[in-house]
Nanobody, 126 residues
Framework: QLQLLESGGGLVHSGGSLRLSCVAS????????IGWFRQAPGKGREGVSV????????YYADIVEGRFTIPRDNAKNTVYLQMNSLKPDDTAVYYC???????????????????WGQGTQVTVSS
């Protein structure tokens, strides 16, 4: 079964940057999409960014558009979340996920994603 391992979280000051990594236990090119989600304390899980495989179409939540990108290295079975200009509201546990199917009209729905990592904590201080 596919396993995902996130890393790269930590504590950063407002305005700083972090790069999260998600390493898959196998080739993920064949899956429909790979995404990053986050969950802040007391809130539900929300979609941050998703990349649709094969066509490399990317999706971003409005609140991160222009600050976050989702590059990847297929040779390393790794997807990244490059986060710049971080804000305290970005504080959350960040998860990567892989989907077996994908409805682009509802790209941020976590129900589409079947495999999840354990998460990595990102804390942005003001």
């Amino acid at each position: 079964q596919l396993q995902l391992l996130e890393s790269g979280g930590g504590l950063v000051h407002s305005g700083g940057s972090l790069r999260l990594s998600c390493v898959a236990s196998e080739d993920i090119v064949g899956y429909y999409a790979i995404g990053w989600f986050r969950q802040a304390p007391g809130k539900g899980r929300e979609g941050v960014s998703v990349v649709k495989n094969r066509v490399d179409t990317t999706y971003y939540a409005d609140i991160v558009e222009g600050r976050f990108t989702i590059p990847r290295d297929n040779a390393k079975n790794t997807v990244y979340l490059q986060m710049n200009s971080l804000k305290p509201d970005d504080t959350a546990v960040y998860y990567c996920a892989v989907s077996l199917w994908f409805d682009a009209t509802n790209w941020s729905s976590d129900k589409q994603f079947s495999y999840w990592g354990q998460g990595t904590q990102v804390t942005v201080s003001s």
